[in-house]
């Protein structure tokens, strides 16, 4: 079967250096369904939710690969097409909430904006849109919320409009970038229980990034771990938590914090670890030159 | 680790070797003038008024760019101009830094009445038109190299003095700056010590900046004669005689613009070389 | 009590809520601490934990002075230190560090590290005792000559941690500093941090959000809510038979990496 977002043999390189940042990246997530992208910092992870929006920065290049969205490579057609495309079927739930949102303007325009620009929706039916979709992620007084400026709600507040402005075009695939790292435990147990809600009822797919291998257990049908541009481990949460098949994986699951077995979590990974790792890279970028 | 980080590196600029290299002509031109102009500037000659740059028929040798009306050698000229242009630049330019700087770094880091009291009299200063402040404060302390040193410091000031109050503000809000005071570092030393290296390429930026303003302002003082006296060519004071004759000689409006083009060019981007070249930050 | 290395009592804090500030006369006051008494035991490693906007950031700069309290004692090895001037706090400041919760912020961007970390030692300190510090906080020596952008968010924390501890200080606050770190730099800091404790014995206090990662370092837990202390607790007994409500929703919100286990 193949998935409602499908990426094949995807590598991608810094233009200046040519050091490779994305290795061969293979990723299938099938309509409704979630995906947790997990590893260390600088793994990829933020480089591969860029790709699939479009997004990445000027410096890297996409070296070769499909993206395939509901089944339209979006590396083969026009830029101007890519961006409509893209619009009209996916969105980002952003990192840091305090940034995300222009401090500047009113909550509402933030959210209809782009359903009027990009989507050619009337305003009227993306305001009612908008109520609709605040009303959804619980926030009280929709209509007065619409009128105010970021910096008058809550960080837990405006990640709740992030997220509504996100489900507001009824996207059938959303990335979210480690939506609750800026957020505390509580607020941060309130907004994935949110998200996971809104993702089932609208039958979303949804590529989660985060490095917490906790969240990914609570969230996640299925997770790819990534080290050094590279998937390591592609499998379902079920199997991954009973028993994580690469070297890399246990480690990272035993770095985890589990304050129910504090002993056997917070473990660094080893260094042998990361030799072996970065062995198998290297061998792999070896065999790759090599036939190309 | 597994990053790209300091990967990235920048080139050291063609802007910098560029602007340095006009700048350093131009501090050469000033300060050797006695020795390497062609001619006495102040020379008049009447038998070679108008004589035309040397690649043009009918020049004359040793006249590389022409004469004037009065038949004074355009390139000793502007040689000579150099160095009423660099003195301005430097005094005109350093003092005004200085002074701003120190009151904005006052303002911005120990704020309190410092910084109501200096506010103030920015605000106040501002409120003046520059061009009218300028014309003013000459007529009030005559014409002159001092003068006009002074006219420009006395009005240039605040604009390093709000933007340096501004990013001392910003710094200072910075966890590194608490992190001093844990430390236990006196106040005066995390101002010089931590805050000032990170204000620094502003001021940097600014002083170029200023350097060239200077430049432009003491020519336009010159154009309008309220500068130095007439037997000190200055590049103003040139492109004022040379405008009357330009259907006639062209080239005695062109050069010296050029020459202050260039330099004030050259200021400016010197500056953001600098910053490119040295700032560890952008490095 | 002579063992105690700080002594709390009734702090408080309040600051004007610019926000309510009428357009005349004073804004009213916004009180961040309400009346707060702990204390904390030479060599002991205390958590604060709370949530968003409780206080803990309020509390701990207050400890090391960079805030003023309103009110109450806050005593440091038998003095009272709440209202010293910055002169006063001067001779104690070796002894009281701290470590920032952004790594990037709190290292001067045009510095070396070699020069943030030499800096407060005075003139005379020879670059061995940088390189003590470095390889303590296990970084190679060449590190010295690095600027902050040029180290990964691990590596800078590590720089912050060498700080403080190359002033042999008694008593150290550490406020979220491995918030902003992925799990695997998260692991590491706090084996260095607990190894550091152990070794130098240092009083250490450790601020978080997350109770999962205070559980394997800190010997007692203050729980913190809106600037009020709801528990004070031995770590095993707060995990085991956490007594208020607050302290069990902290818990129930952390997610166990276990897909089995309900949340
Ligand atoms: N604009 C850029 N220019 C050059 N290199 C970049 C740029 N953005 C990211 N990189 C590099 O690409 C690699 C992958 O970065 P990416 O942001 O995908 O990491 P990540 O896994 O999301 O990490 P984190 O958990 O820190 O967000 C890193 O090595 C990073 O240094
Ligand atoms: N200088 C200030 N002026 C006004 N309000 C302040 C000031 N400093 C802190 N506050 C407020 O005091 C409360 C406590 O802040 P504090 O930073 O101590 O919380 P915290 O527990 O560290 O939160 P976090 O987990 O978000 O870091 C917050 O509501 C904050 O908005
Ligand atoms: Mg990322
Ligand atoms: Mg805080």
Not at chain 3, 90 to 113: A, K, Y
Request: glycine letters at 8%.
């Amino acid at each position: 079967m193949s998935g409602f977002l499908e990426i094949r043999g995807l590598s991608a390189r810094l233009a200046g250096t040519g050091q490779r940042l994305l290795r061969a990246v293979d990723i299938s997530l099938p309509a409704g369904s979630v995906r947790g992208l997990v590893g260390e910092s600088g793994a990829g992870k933020s480089m591969i939710g860029k790709a699939v929006l479009g997004v990445l920065p000027k410096a890297v290049e996409i070296v070769e690969g499909e993206i395939l969205l509901d089944g339209q490579d979006l590396l083969k057609v026009p830029p101007a097409e890519r961006r409509r495309l893209i619009g009209a079927k996916a969105a980002l739930i952003p990192q840091d909430p305090l940034t995300a949102l222009n401090p500047s303007r009113r909550i509402g325009p933030q959210i209809t904006d782009r359903l009027v620009d990009i989507l050619g929706w009337e305003k009227a039916r993306a305001a009612s849109r908008a109520l609709e979709v605040l009303a959804e992620v619980s926030i009280p007084e929709p209509e007065r919320v619409m009128r105010l400026y970021p910096h008058e709600l809550s960080g837990g507040m405006r990640q709740r409009i992030l997220i509504a402005s996100a489900f507001a075009a009824e996207p059938k695939l959303i990335v979210a970038d480690e939506p609750t790292t800026a957020l505390d435990v509580t607020v941060q147990k309130q907004i994935l229980k949110l998200i996971s809600a809104l993702q089932a009822r609208h039958g979303t797919a949804l590529l989660f990034v985060t490095h917490d291998l906790g969240v990914v257990s609570k969230v996640c049908d299925t997770l790819s771990v990534l080290y050094a541009g590279k998937v390591v481990e592609d499998t379902t949460v079920e199997r991954f938590f009973a028993a994580p098949q690469h070297p890399y994986s246990r480690a990272l699951l035993a770095a985890t914090p589990r304050h129910t077995d504090p002993a056997a979590s917070l473990q660094p990974v080893p260094q042998a670890v990361i030799d072996a790792a970065m062995a198998e890279i290297a061998a792999a970028d070896a065999a790759w030159s090599a036939h190309g | 680790m597994l990053d790209g980080r300091g990967l990235i590196r920048r080139r050291a600029g063609a802007r910098l070797w560029l602007s340095g290299l006009w700048l350093t002509v131009f501090v050469l031109a000033a300060v050797l003038a006695p020795l390497i102009s062609p001619q006495d500037p102040l020379a008049q000659d009447l038998m070679l008024e108008r004589l035309p740059p040397a690649w043009v028929a009918g020049s004359e040798p040793g006249y590389w760019l022409g004469t004037d009306s009065l038949g004074r050698d355009v390139l000793s000229r502007i040689i000579y101009g150099a160095q009423v242009a660099l003195a301005v630049a430097l005094v005109a330019g350093l003092a005004t830094c200085l002074i701003g700087s120190a009151l904005g770094l006052v303002a911005g880091f120990y704020r309190g009445w410092a910084d109501r009291i200096i506010s103030r009299i920015v605000d106040i200063w501002m409120a003046f038109p520059p061009v009218l402040f300028a014309i003013l404060l000459i007529a009030v302390l005559g014409t002159g190299l001092t003068s006009v040193i002074l006219a420009i410091v006395i009005i240039d000031w605040t604009r390093f003095c709000r933007v340096v109050r501004a990013e001392t503000l910003n710094q200072s809000k910075m966890d590194y700056v608490h992190s001093a005071k844990v430390a236990g570092f006196t106040r005066l030393r995390t101002l010089l010590s931590e805050i000032l290296p990170n204000v620094l390429p502003v001021i940097v930026a600014l002083l170029t900046l200023e350097m060239g303003i200077a430049v432009i302002v003491e020519a336009i003082l010159s154009f309008v004669n309220l500068s130095i006296s007439t037997d000190q060519p200055t590049w103003g004071g040139m492109i004022a005689e040379g405008r009357t004759s330009i259907h006639q000689a062209w080239w005695v409006l062109v050069f010296p613009l050029i020459a202050l083009f260039f330099t004030v060019l050259s200021f400016a981007q010197f500056g953001e070389g600098l910053r490119e070249r040295f700032d560890p930050v952008l490095r | 009590m002579a063992d105690s290395i700080f002594q709390v009592s009734d702090l408080r804090v309040d600051v004007p809520d610019m926000t309510r500030k009428p357009l005349f006369g004073a804004a009213p006051r916004l009180e961040i601490l309400k009346g707060i008494s702990f204390e904390i035991p030479r060599g002991a490693v205390l958590g604060i934990v709370g949530g968003s906007g409780s206080g803990k950031t309020t509390l701990g700069r207050t400890l090391v002075r960079l805030v003023e309290p309103n009110a109450g004692r806050l005593l440091f090895d038998g003095r009272d230190i709440a209202h010293l001037s910055d002169a006063g706090m001067r001779p104690l400041r070796p002894r009281i560090q701290m470590i920032f919760q952004d790594p990037m912020s709190s290292l001067n961007p045009r510095l070396t590290v070699g020069r943030t970390i030499a800096a407060p030692l005075g003139a005379k300190v020879s670059d061995a005792r940088v390189k003590a510090a470095l390889e303590q906080v296990g970084l190679p020596a060449d590190f010295a000559g690095r600027y902050p952008h040029e180290l990964s968010g691990g590596q800078r924390q590590r720089v912050g941690i060498a700080r403080a501890i190359a002033m042999r200080p008694d008593f150290i606050l550490a406020d979220e500093i491995v918030s902003g770190l992925d799990v695997s730099s998260q692991a590491q800091v706090l084996m260095l941090l607990e190894q550091l404790v152990a070794d130098l014995g240092l009083t250490l206090v450790f601020i978080s959000h997350d109770l999962s990662v205070i559980r394997r370092l800190c010997s007692r837990v203050i729980v913190l809510r809106a600037g009020e202390i709801v528990e004070d607790a031995a770590t095993a007994d707060l995990f085991e038979r956490p007594r208020h409500a607050y302290t069990r929703e902290l818990l129930d919100a952390i997610p166990i990496p276990d897909p089995s286990v309900r949340w």
